[in-house]
């Protein structure tokens, strides 16, 4: 028998090749840019990061469990658009209540597309299709068609993209960036080593066999839905923080970004695996693309999209390429049957319904 | 007297006007193997589903412990112990065979410790007699595996029943007598296993009693030293056991359609040869895991070959895709309609023109609905198909007429060479006999028919010539007329079975 | 009622399928016909239809080949900026000096490329086609904000402008043509053809579609290249219409193409729907959005409504099953 030893899971490898593929693209850069890999960088990386990662990791929690949210952008920009209105009116307010206002506000919106998830059951493709509308929707009734504007809004608020926790040698770590790192680090505590957080994993990966289990698959859709809202209400504080200035197009596509990193970092778009370490380090590849293309003078800074987009085509590729590879070695080494290929064909191509 | 386990009383479940169960009564004892035989269609799944919680009864008590209980759902059950184990292993192929074991845990508190969540499945994967990386991922284990996942599951929560539906339906000898074995730890721990199967030498093998059930109505309860496998088989079929099937011996003709010389798929099968004659019917037999379906999908492209040689009618052929299999006049009936043969929601006509579709497409690429309509009507009376009407959806269908469907599909192919594989799985003995009666028919005009089978009196019933398999191995090539079930067996186990096999 | 040609329950399931999703959407449209007519009497004029559709005709053009995409199982994410990238490439190639009726041949050509790029991934490699048409929509994007940067470009040809926003056969414009007899050939196609049968067998189960001789990677990769072609086709129409092109032309189309989709009874796992039901959905949301703008509601709210109506054509049946389901108890 074997002992346990380090896992040469396609999880694992995963992270290994995303952190292995962030210090190729740091050092090309680096022989690309004058001046590029300093504290600046990391600055402005680990700034913009702070809200990305967020909606990563709320989108993951989703993700596992097989299902899909498109209206984290929504919820950001009206999250933003609240906060920024309940703080214009009383400037006064505890700045812990303002966060928790914004989580409570996004963990609403979450609610209601995991009750229409978990206990309608429609799918959520479906749903969130459908409250991105509606909540943008109601975002523009909201808001009067008026926006925030960083001067109706508290002194604390505006200088907290700049607040640094600590700061190492002129490398400084702001509060923002702190947030999500803890965030990531409760998240994967929770999917780890709390036994619902487990169950994450249970319903994505097979979900009648979750039921089966007597696991509650209602109950923990429905949280993943909520949490996903609560960070996207968190990233509208955030966002608010950070731009000062909103209007009802806040937080457009940005479903579509908080999936490309999920997916980027390993997550499986047909739920049951993935961490949300590998979402953070994805939001980071994208991030630090994003940053260097801009600033790279060989091409024009027009080219994020693109390389975006071909970087998620070629990350899935590898990892389906790889992952395929890798069960047909141990699906040989225990001879298994037909039967077995083809149901593992069929988790490949046939979980529809997302 | 020992208190029963379970005690099923007097229980009744009706759907509508369907009376599935009617007036049964079981009792189970701590610490026994009950055998449980009917046939397809006798009221054992929804007996299972009566005991595990996903039915209520219509009327009767279910009584644990000396109390009635009422279980609203799978979760009651499972709370007293009860658990059933189904053919389609329930396992999450993400997660490693400790999680897989330990998810539904609900004492150990809302912390993960994977370190005694890993002992623990140690000890209760040596109860079993087991030894296997537990690191690993579900999803790479094989069938059996994920059964004894299932099983290791069930004893850690402490289950008292464990109801085991066809569990060796899909393993190979080797496999299904670690289960077996498995089934006799769970007893010496006082477990009562209800089991499950058609085989019934198994249940000659491992069971203390065993109960038969027919056409929802409990038949007897009796000791396995008191039954015999015709006395019960004539319980489970209610009319003395014949000579069901009458052997029909056929007229094999000269031409060789098919050749297979050394086929080996790496891995998988090896060194498989045989001549496949017109109007000849040619079995291969074997138990389950013997490959031989690895090697059908090799002739019909699904799955090539990685070496050895195809020819059809004399010629040497490549066969990479099915469309180029069909092209040659190979058609595969598959062994599973459901996920590989039919499409359930669609209508009967929609099914019997699929592999032929191309014949009812005119040049300007329409369907022809009324051709596809009647052929699908000279079908239905043809093979005396029962539904309402060719536009019925074959969701709606019996097992035997949607294997009749499907079997429809491919004889309008006209193939010269016919791979049906396990013919009569999961039907009934009249549609049983009529799917005989068709397959011969075939031969009879000139068609070659390689017959895939597990059933042995349909072996022995049907086959000119019987090529037996075992692991993947060819062991031999038998006249169909001078075999018996015995020597198949033999072959097909690779011992010498000293008794006579049911 | 069985006929020896099942001609006649033919008729019969016909009708019963009639009284399922498509005739319950059209009673929704008969709904939605009256309470526009009533508050405005210019509602039916040809004027009025006409320019109804015209507002969002490249949208409903894609959505018919959408629904052959979502019956077969799929789903292709990437048509509004294949729409965009199409608009683009026409601008940039007619800037650059191309004359415009071969820039026109090169764009669709850039339509077919895009198709096949999807539909290698997604048949050769086997990737997931929300994954891949998800990456492609940002891909195809970007590519076409490399061509445009941040400018807009928007000297066209007056023959191009005309053909865009005049009418050209009767009141009809060119785009509203197109549009009809789009719907008039797919729905033969996806109906009557057996390229059509073979699309509903592949959503409805790919396996036994592969084990018949279907040849599944063939037929998606068609289909893929089809819905990236006509949304080619949609971007110079959009072009025309408008008159200009920016980078972000089309933006976010797809979310409205694939509502009404749905919301015209395909299921999302594929199998079943049909273009009539796309069709009565496209005249229930274009009737409702002329509705709502005579009703002085603003553009977002009526896409939130759009939205609110999408969760509920499927809540609605959901509730009936339970329903159902309810009262009498089903053996599994």
Request: proline share 3%.
């Amino acid at each position: 028998m074997i002992r346990s030893r380090l896992k040469f899971s396609p999880q694992n490898l995963r992270i290994f090749g995303l952190i292995v593929v962030l210090i190729c693209v740091l050092l090309f850069f680096a022989t690309q840019i004058h001046n590029y890999l300093n504290k600046d960088l990391f600055i402005r990386v680990s700034t913009s990061v702070a809200i990305m990662a967020l909606i990563a990791i709320g989108q993951t929690l989703v993700i596992l469990t097989r299902n899909i949210d498109l209206s984290v952008g929504s919820v950001v920009g009206f999250s933003a658009f609240f906060l920024g209105g309940l703080l214009a009116r009383n400037p006064n307010i505890n700045p812990l209540l303002v966060v928790l206002a914004g989580v409570g506000f996004g963990s609403l919106f979450g609610m209601l597309n995991g009750l229409l998830v978990a206990y309608a059951n429609v799918p959520s493709i479906i749903v969130t299709l459908g409250t991105m509308a509606l909540y943008r929707s109601s975002l523009v009734q909201f808001s009067g068609a008026k926006s925030i504007s960083t001067a109706s809004l508290p002194a604390w608020l505006v200088s907290l993209p700049r607040m640094n926790m600590i700061s190492i040698g002129g490398y400084d770590v702001r509060v923002t960036f702190v947030i999500t790192l803890v965030v990531m680090l409760l998240a994967h505590f929770a999917l780890t080593r709390l036994r619902a957080g487990r169950h994450f994993y249970a319903v994505g990966s097979n979900p009648a066999a979750a039921r089966f289990a007597g696991i509650n698959v209602n109950r923990t859709v429905f949280l993943a839905f909520t949490l996903s809202g609560a960070l996207a209400g968190l990233t509208g504080f955030l966002f608010l923080a950070r731009f000062g200035n909103i209007t009802v197009v806040a937080g457009l596509g940005f479903e579509l970004k908080s999936v490309a990193s999920a997916v980027v970092g390993g997550v499986n778009i047909f739920g049951g695996s993935g961490s949300v370490i590998g979402a953070f380090l994805g939001a980071i590849l994208v991030d630090v693309l994003d940053t260097s293309l801009v600033r790279w003078e060989v091409i024009s800074e027009f080219w994020r999209e693109a390389v975006l987009g071909a970087l998620i085509l070629l990350s899935v590729t590898a990892d389906t390429l790889l992952s395929r590879k890798l069960l047909a070695i141990s699906l040989k080494k225990t001879k298994s049957t037909p039967k077995q290929m083809a149901a593992f064909e069929d988790s490949l191509t046939t979980r529809k319904g997302l | 007297m020992t208190s029963s386990a379970l005690e099923i009383r007097d229980i009744s479940k009706n759907f509508g006007a369907v009376k599935a169960l009617s007036h049964f009564t079981m009792a189970l004892k701590p610490g026994e193997i009950h055998g449980l035989v009917g046939e397809n269609g006798a009221g054992k799944s929804t007996l299972i589903k009566i005991m595990t919680g996903v039915y209520q009864p219509t009327s009767g008590e279910i009584i644990v412990n000396n109390t009635p209980i009422t279980f609203k759902n799978t979760q009651d059950a499972r709370d007293l112990g009860i658990v059933a184990i189904y053919q389609e292993p329930m396992v999450f192929p993400d997660l490693d065979v400790i999680e897989n074991i330990f998810i539904s845990d609900k004492k150990s508190g809302a912390l993960v410790n994977k370190r005694k969540m890993r002992s623990d499945a140690q000890t209760l994967m040596e109860r079993l007699g087991l030894s296997f990386d537990l690191e690993r991922d579900a999803r790479s284990l094989t069938l059996a595996e994920q059964q004894t996942v299932e099983i290791a599951r069930a004893l850690s929560m402490d289950a008292k029943v464990i109801v085991m539906d066809e569990p060796t339906a899909s393993l190979s000898a080797h496999e299904a007598r670690q289960l077996r074995n498995i089934a006799k730890t769970l007893k010496a721990e006082g477990v009562a296993v209800v089991y499950i199967s058609h085989r019934l030498e198994e249940v000659f093998e491992i069971a203390d009693r065993v109960t038969v059930l027919r056409d929802g109505q409990f038949i007897s309860t009796r000791d396995i030293g008191d039954v015999t496998t015709d006395s019960l088989i004539s319980e489970m079929v209610g009319r003395e056991v014949g000579e069901f099937f009458a052997r029909v011996p056929n007229k094999a003709r000269d031409n060789v359609r098919l050749r297979v010389s050394n086929l080996a798929r790496e891995g998988v099968f090896e060194n498989i040869s045989f001549d496949l004659r017109a109007g000849e019917i040619l079995c291969m037999a074997g138990l389950i895991g013997a490959r031989r379906t690895d090697v059908a999908l090799s002739i019909f492209g699904i799955a090539p070959a990685t070496s050895g040689e195809i020819d059809v009618a004399g010629k040497k052929v490549n066969i990479q895709t099915p469309r180029q299999a069909m092209k040659l006049g190979i058609a595969y009936v598959s062994e599973d309609r459901r996920k590989f043969g039919l499409l359930l929601p669609m209508p009967i006509f929609a099914n019997t023109s699929l592999a032929t579709l191309d014949k009812y497409i005119s040049s300007w690429g329409f369907l022809k609905r009324q051709a596809e309509l009647s052929m699908a009507e000279t079908f239905r009376q043809r093979l005396n198909i029962r539904a309402p009407s060719v536009t019925t959806n074959v969701a709606d269908l019996s097992g035997g007429n949607q294997q009749k469907v499907m079997l429809a599909k491919w004889l309008n192919m006209q193939p010269g060479i016919l791979i049906f594989d396990e013919p009569t799985r999961g039907i009934d003995v009249g549609a049983k006999a009529e799917v005989h009666k068709i397959i011969h028919d075939f031969a009879a005009e000139g068609g070659s028919v390689l017959l895939i089978s597990s059933d042995l009196p349909e072996v022995l019933a049907l086959a000119d010539r019987i090529l037996v398999m075992r692991e993947g191995r060819q062991m031999g090539i038998f006249d169909g007329g001078s075999s018996t079930q015995l020597s198949i067996m033999n072959y097909a186990t690779g011992q010498n079975i000293a008794h006579e096999v049911a | 009622m069985t006929a020896p040609n099942g001609n006649s329950s033919n008729l019969t399931r016909r009708l019963k399928l009639l009284m399922s999703w498509e005739g319950f959407l059209l009673a929704v449209l008969c709904l939605v016909f009256a309470i526009n007519a009533s508050m405005s009497q210019a509602f039916f004029t040809v004027a009025n239809q006409i320019n109804l559709f015209n507002l969002s005709i490249e949208k409903i053009i894609v959505a018919l080949i959408m629904t052959f995409i979502i019956i077969n199982g799929e789903i292709d994410l990437s048509v509004a900026s294949v729409m965009g990238l199409s608009a683009c490439t026409f601008g940039w190639l007619y800037h650059a000096g191309m004359s415009a009726g071969l820039a026109i041949v090169v764009v669709m050509g850039v339509g077919f490329l895009c198709g096949a790029v999807n539909g290698f991934f997604i048949t050769r490699l086997g990737i997931p086609s929300l994954v891949v048409t998800l990456s492609t929509l940002i891909g195809y994007r970007g590519l076409a904000r490399v061509l445009v940067e941040d400018r807009g470009i928007n000297q066209f040809p007056k023959w191009f402008d005309a053909l865009g926003q005049q009418p050209l056969l009767g009141p009809f414009p060119l785009s509203l043509i197109i549009f009809f007899a789009l719907f008039i050939v797919l729905g033969f196609v996806l109906h009557f053809s057996g390229f059509g049968r073979r699309v509903y067998v592949i959503g409805n189960n790919a396996e036994a579609a592969t084990y018949s001789g279907v040849d599944v990677a063939e037929i998606k990769m068609k289909l893929f290249i089809a819905s990236s072609t006509i949304s080619a086709l949609a971007g110079l129409l959009f072009a025309a219409r408008v008159g200009a092109i920016r980078g972000d032309v089309a933006q976010g189309f797809e979310l409205d193409i694939i509502t009404i989709v749905l919301l015209g009874g395909v299921s999302i796992f594929g199998g079943s729907g049909s273009l009539l039901g796309t069709l009565l959905s496209i005249l229930i949301v274009l009737s409702l959005r002329n509705g709502m703008d005579l009703a002085n509601i603003t553009g977002h709210i009526q896409t939130g409504l759009i939205g609110l109506l999408l969760i509920l054509s499927v809540l609605i049946p959901n509730a009936k099953i339970y329903a159902s389901r309810f009262l009498q108890a089903k053996p599994s």
